[in-house]
């Protein structure tokens, strides 16, 4: 598979990762299903996983996702060292909310408690969750600065961030990546700039729910213009919106999720595929309803 860079100081990775969240949150299948679907992924060839700490049930149950990677990492026939985990900090789930906590004394401890459940010395690349209203942006990324220096992290990201954001950022620390959500129903990381922002400066864009999230991807086997260009190329029309994201840019890296081994593996088809220009376009101009 095609590899991209994440940015400096993060090992190159495939242009398709796994994104680790629908392993960990309601509806979530069992332990043993979930070490499945993650060695499915690895096997199909993907280098990169994504986590977090808050991908879990609640706040009794932080680090449900990377305990789960660290196990699938332990019980996978080939080497866990080629895989880059990338995590983040910065929200917590109180009774299952997901509220912001980017103070910088929370996120060296939520640091310290991934590193714990992942069972690693240091962390690949970890990212701030979310800039939090109430802790200046400095601080919270002042606390990953604090954590790059100590040797407990290799990179820091940033998630859910703006171009503004991300300049206030690069002036206190380098930043590697940066992970907002970008699909054909949601292109505010191309309208805005951040998509073009980070290929400039040579920073890793993860494109997060890439095939729309939990609810919206169920509308795309019925979508006229995804379900043709589909039909044609006999791949599933998930696969042709992958490849569409994967062609916004040249930086931009996809991590869509998945429940089943099924569809983990359908996602890596579209790192074979290069949509023509007329279907780009189709794709660009078609309209993607989110009722
Ligand atoms: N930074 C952030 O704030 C943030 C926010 C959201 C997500 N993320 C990250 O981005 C990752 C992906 O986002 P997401 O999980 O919200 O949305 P997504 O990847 O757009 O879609 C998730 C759902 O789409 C289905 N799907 C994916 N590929 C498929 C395929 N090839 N064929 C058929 N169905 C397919 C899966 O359904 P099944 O479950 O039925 O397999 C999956 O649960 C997350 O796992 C997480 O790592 C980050």
């Known amino acids: 598979m095609e590899l991209r860079s994440l940015g400096p100081g993060v090992p ?133 600065a604090d954590l790059h220096v100590e040797g407990k992290i290799r990179a820091a990201g940033l998630s859910n961030v703006s171009v503004d954001e991300i300049r206030r950022a690069a002036a206190i620390m380098p930043v590697a990546s940066v992970q907002n959500r970008l699909s054909p129903f949601f292109r505010e990381a191309l309208d805005e700039g951040v998509v073009e922002h980070t290929k400039r400066e040579g920073m890793g864009f993860l494109a997060y729910s890439p095939v729309g999230g939990g609810r919206l991807n169920r509308k795309l086997p019925d979508h006229p213009v995804v379900s043709a260009i589909a039909r044609a190329r006999g791949i599933s029309a998930h696969a042709v919106v992958i490849a569409w994201v994967l062609g916004r840019a040249p930086n931009v890296i996809v991590i869509p999720g998945a429940r089943t081994v099924a569809h983990a593996i359908d996602s890596v088809v579209a790192a074979g595929v290069r949509l023509t220009q007329e279907e780009d376009r189709a794709i660009e101009l078609a309209e993607f309803s989110i009722a």
């Open 12 to 144: 190159d990775v495939t242009c398709i990762g796994f994104g680790g969240m629908p392993l960990s949150i309601a509806d979530r299948p069992d332990v043993a299903e979930s070490v499945r679907v993650l060695h499915a992924a690895l096997d199909a060839g993907m280098t990169l996983i994504d986590s977090a700490d808050v991908y879990c049930l609640d706040d009794d149950d932080i680090g449900h996702n990377e305990r789960l990677i660290a196990r699938a990492l332990r019980e996978w026939s080939g080497d866990p060292d080629s895989i880059v985990v990338a995590t983040k900090g910065g929200l917590i789930r109180p009774g299952g909310r997901w509220e912001s906590d980017a103070r910088p004394d929370h996120l060296r401890s939520a640091c310290e408690a991934s590193l714990a459940a992942l069972g690693v010395e240091t962390i690949d690349l970890y990212q701030l969750h979310a800039p939090d209203s109430r802790v200046p942006l400095e601080d919270s990324v002042g606390a990953l």
